[in-house]
């Protein structure tokens, strides 16, 4: 069937990019079953069918086909990109239908990218919704046919081309006569690649503003939209101007179902002649763009060459964010959205929500859309009900961009920029006092006041702070070229100090001499001392190549070098604890051939450095496109000190509702720089006097103990018993404590496959656990580093998990399931904190206090890593970090197989067998120490952990921990075979083979 060009398709072709939609995909997508989807979706949709002649008709098949292009590329996430892109920028055949494509690459077994791309002139975002939603129904449903719309999007084309003639038209017409007395749009600088930028208005302005709107009648979009016109106005010098806001194009209810090409605009005549105030102009805005929505039957084209106006150059004004639509199917979540080209259907198109997140799509000078996006902020953030438009301020252009060189047109608003235009007077470089002059009034216009500013008032001192000295900076570099460091601004806040510093960067060169003693003078005696050592350094070793002799230098006096002794150092640095760390690490760097089976550490077998660059690209396209950040806002991010708390908490926070169930307010979250520190600060907020202790089930993780010396915490061990905690020695041990006038704060506990025992509570026991902390009264601190990493058992929900009363502060870490090399860990502390005044918070509150005077925030480049593969998989590592867990398993298991086989029953050496984790505890009947371990590795060529490290006390242990985490399976069973010499030989020495059990005997699950 041939059919006319509706209005909207005859636009769609002087359109450059299509219409494209990507998303990463989670979970298992059949091929089989979305082409199936599709040709369904193609059969119902006659426009899924239609080319173009050249003569401008549009062809419409009674049946087609699109081939869902299926793509695997494991693991290979950039090309899969590529792949998107390129689909995108392939040109369509107007004549040969399809003009879609849809396809799959897959680039691992739950998740894959999908990629729709469609000529827009056969669909719009409207109908992509449409579309897409189809897909969805079809896909679950599993449905052959769908019904088929009451009208085929041809007939709407000649339905259209028919009514708007004639009498109808020139009905229509009526209303838009005004538009023609408006001055053509002016030049933009277009010409380039569709791009977006993105700013965030200030949320107090934001607030500002809805305030002023509503003082009118208005919504906040209409203040983003007349301050987009303020600054449309002051770049074309002209007081009456267009802007195109876009309709669906949908003017009957009857046309919602067909899908096609709709979406138009209706052209918004802004005035802002005479003098008005922002307030008077968002009234003027408010009517004019209600005047155009209620006229919206005639397409833009076509009331163009109606009315004889050019209006395809007009900037747009899109109210709210971009819409979003994805797929919907059944195991499948999306996880984010990727952009392929340009969405701007004009050389400039202003999107705004009303949170103030605004997107600048263009065609234009990336520096002009920069402009314009950054005088849109600075308008909005000094507009009120009762400011001046023409006293708002806009930065002025960094390029040479003028639409006019004439003054501005009768009635036109003058060009108040943000700094007053430089004089000429024929010197280059301004005076002194000029300079003083132009700054104040910059420093004035900032605070909004018309008092005169001194040259030696405290700018400070005038109601001023931080982001106005930013605002000031920003301005000067923009009319001076000249940038004032913030210590600077802050050090001397006066503008006679600070224009001695622009006149400086201004004035020629001085000649060399006057330079050197120039710089000489502003040296410190200090600095001039270590110039001079510099120097005398310089002439010795140019004296020593030549063969000159040495310059002499004083002698050193022994009596002056400093020395200290652990005495007068803190006390715990002799605490055998502190040091069990650095010696187990200096003995497997002292015997680098021996096998390792002491280290806890995640496997190499992971690590790839090209995932840390895309997991870091993934994170900052996550703050561009997700939260809409600008570039500098996403490079400041990353790279400047960062939110004591952390700038993944949210993402943390999701990833224990998807993979923990722990339902979290991400603010109870603090980052740390690995778990360790988030250990330190949970017990240093925890001791307040000398009174505190801290319970923790023995045998201890050395690094729990050393923390807790560290804050001089004392900790008291409680007995694992047969289920991982001997309750009723707990209730004993925190009465015992209350009676004799202690505190017992916590007790310390790992659940899951703990270190070093690698012991598991079950559900029972930890529901129970719970109730007795809630009767005692104390908290729980849950460490879970190896939650993650079980056998076939299954996972048991963590106590955070099963914890009603916020009992549990619940610590965590990504070094096991991202990267270690990270040190990112972080502390779950949503427990109320009731201040002295009686104001409400959280305990992550005051453990970011601690860490804001430790470490003052953790790296945000560790974070964005860390979160960018947390995004990579949906924020859940229960799927990610299945192969580890498989090869984890695997040595676990072969580890207990190999000493089943070396050691068969009645040998006196047994251990525990463990579900999960990475650690196994060897029991021998004779004492195992770091003489022993050093021996071992020396002779024996094995490293093994001394159980004694995870004991409070000094009293001899007979156990050894094994881990098989880093070790591949043919050295496990080399290392086994070299610790089973050992611990033959050692019996044979002895002459005992009787069992004699070490300290885990106690209840501890074994094996012999």
């Known amino acids: 069937m041939r059919y006319p060009l509706s209005f909207a398709q005859a636009h769609a072709l002087s359109l450059p990019e299509p219409l494209c939609h990507a998303t990463w995909l989670d979970g298992q997508v059949d091929p089989v079953a979305l082409q199936r989807a599709v040709d369904v979706v193609v059969a119902r949709h006659p426009t899924l069918r239609t080319s173009v002649t050249a003569s401008g008709e549009q062809v419409v098949s009674e049946s087609g086909c699109v081939v869902v292009e299926h793509v695997v590329l494991p693991g290979d996430v950039e090309r899969a990109e590529s792949i998107a892109v390129a689909l995108a920028e392939r040109p369509f055949d107007l004549a040969r239908e399809p003009l879609l494509r849809v396809a799959v690459v897959e680039v691992g077994a739950d998740r894959c990218l999908f990629v729709l791309v469609a000529h827009r002139v056969v669909a719009d975002g409207s109908a992509l919704a449409m579309l897409l939603a189809d897909l969805s129904t079809v896909y679950r449903g599993g449905l052959s046919e769908l019904p088929g719309s009451w009208m085929d999007y041809g007939d709407y084309a000649v339905w259209q081309r028919e009514r708007l003639g004639g009498e109808e038209l020139a009905r229509q017409l009526e209303h838009w006569r005004e538009v023609r007395d408006v001055p053509a749009p002016s030049p933009l600088p277009a010409g380039h690649p569709a791009a977006r930028s993105t700013a965030v208005v200030d949320p107090a302005a934001v607030r500002r503003l809805v305030d002023v709107a509503e003082g009118v009648g208005a919504t906040p979009s209409t203040a983003f939209l007349a301050a987009y016109a303020v600054v449309l106005s002051r770049y074309a010098r002209r007081a009456d101007l267009v802007i195109a806001v876009p309709v669906s194009g949908r003017v009957r209810v009857e046309l919602e179902p067909i899908a096609g090409p709709f979406a138009d605009a209706v052209p918004v005549r802004v005035s802002l002649a005479g003098e008005p105030s922002f307030g008077d102009l968002l009234a003027r805005v408010r009517d004019a763009t209600a005047h155009a929505l209620s006229h919206d039957e005639v397409p833009l084209t076509k009331l163009a060459e109606e009315l004889g106006v050019d209006l395809s150059a007009a900037p747009r004004f899109t109210p709210g964010p971009p819409a979003a639509p994805a797929l919907d199917l059944p195991g499948v979540t999306v996880r984010s959205h990727v952009v392929l080209a340009g969405t701007a259907e004009a050389d400039l198109d202003l999107r705004a929500d009303e949170s103030g997140a605004l997107t600048l799509e263009h065609r234009t000078d990336p520096g002009f859309a920069g402009w314009v996006l950054r005088s ?289 307010d991400p603010e109870s979250v603090v980052v740390t720089a690995g778990c360790q520190e988030a250990m330190f600060l949970v017990l240093r907020a925890l001791r307040a006097d000398e009174r505190d202790v801290l319970l923790a089930v023995s045998p201890t993780y050395v690094g729990l103990t050393g923390a807790a010396r560290l804050v001089d915490l004392p900790v008291r061990p409680v007995r694992t018993g047969g289920h991982g905690i001997d309750l009723d020695d707990l209730v004993a041990v925190i009465r015992r404590e209350r009676a004799a006038g202690r505190r017992p704060r916590a007790c310390y506990v790992v659940p899951d496959f703990a270190n070093p025992s690698g012991l598991s509570l079950d559900v029972p026991t930890r529901r129970r656990l719970l109730e007795v902390a809630a009767a005692e009264d104390v908290l729980l601190i849950e460490d879970n580093p190896y939650g993650l990493f079980h056998g076939d058992s299954g996972r048991m929900p963590t106590l955070k998990a099963l914890d009603e009363g916020r009992r549990v502060v619940y610590l965590g870490s990504f070094a096991k399931s991202v990267l270690p090399g990270a040190r990112v860990g972080y502390a779950v502390a949503d427990q109320r904190v009731v201040g002295a005044d009686g104001v409400v918070g959280l305990f992550a509150d005051q453990l970011s206090k601690i860490k804001s005077m430790l470490t003052v925030n953790t790296s945000p480049i560790a974070q964005a890593v860390v979160g960018g593969k947390l995004l990579t998989h949906g924020c859940r590592l229960t799927g990610a970090t299945a192969p580890e867990r498989r090869l984890y398993d695997r040595n676990l298991r072969h580890l207990v197989a190999g000493l089943a086989e070396r050691f068969p029953d009645g040998t006196g050496v047994t251990w525990t067998v463990p579900t999960g984790g990475f650690f196994v505890v060897v029991t021998v009947p004779f004492v195992v120490d770091d003489a022993l371990l050093e021996r071992s590795a020396r002779d024996y060529g094995v490293l093994w952990t001394p159980m004694g490290h995870f004991y409070g006390d000094s009293s001899e242990v007979r156990a050894l921990r094994l881990s098989s985490s880093v070790v591949p399976v043919d050295r496990i069973d080399h290392g086994l075979d070299r610790l089973a010499a050992l611990i033959n030989d050692r019996l044979g020495r002895s002459g005992n083979p009787v069992v004699r059990h070490g300290r885990l005997a106690d209840g501890a699950s074994a094996e012999p």
């Open 376 to 664: 849109v902020v600075a308008v909005l953030e000094h507009a009120a009900a009762d400011t001046a438009v023409a006293e708002l301020p806009v930065p002025a252009p960094d390029g040479d961009w003028s639409a006019a060189t004439g003054p501005p047109s009768n009635g036109a608003v003058g060009r108040a920029t943000a700094e007053p235009e430089p004089e000429v007077d024929g010197d280059p470089v301004p005076s002194r006092d000029r300079i003083e002059g132009t700054m104040a009034r910059i420093w004035a216009e900032l605070l909004r006041t018309t008092e005169p500013i001194g040259p030696h008032d405290n700018l400070f001192g005038l109601g001023s702070g931080s982001l106005t000295a930013v605002r000031f900076a920003a301005r000067i570099a923009d009319l001076y070229g000249v940038v004032l460091p913030m210590d600077r601004i802050i050090a001397s806040p006066t503008i006679a100090a600070l224009a001695e510093v622009v006149s400086a960067e201004l004035a020629p060169d001085p000649p060399d001499d006057a330079a050197r003693d120039a710089a000489l003078a502003d040296l410190s005696d200090d600095e001039l001392d270590d110039l001079l050592r510099a120097v005398v350094a310089a002439r010795e070793r140019r004296r020593r190549s030549r063969g000159g002799p040495p310059v002499s230098t004083p002698p050193v006096n022994a009596e002056n070098i400093a020395e200290l002794t652990t005495g007068t150092l803190f006390g715990a640095l002799e605490d055998p604890a502190l040091n069990s760390m650095n010696f187990l690490n200096e003995v497997a760097i002292h015997y680098p051939d021996a096998i390792p089976l002491a280290a806890g550490r995640p496997s190499e077998e992971f690590f790839d450095l090209e995932d840390v660059h895309r997991y870091l690209r993934e994170f900052c396209r996550y703050l561009a496109e997700d939260l809409g950040r600008t570039g500098e806002q996403v490079r400041r991010t990353v790279l400047q000190y960062g939110r004591t708390k952390g700038i993944i908490h949210d993402l943390v926070a999701e990833n224990l509702r998807l993979d923990e169930g722990i339902a979290i």
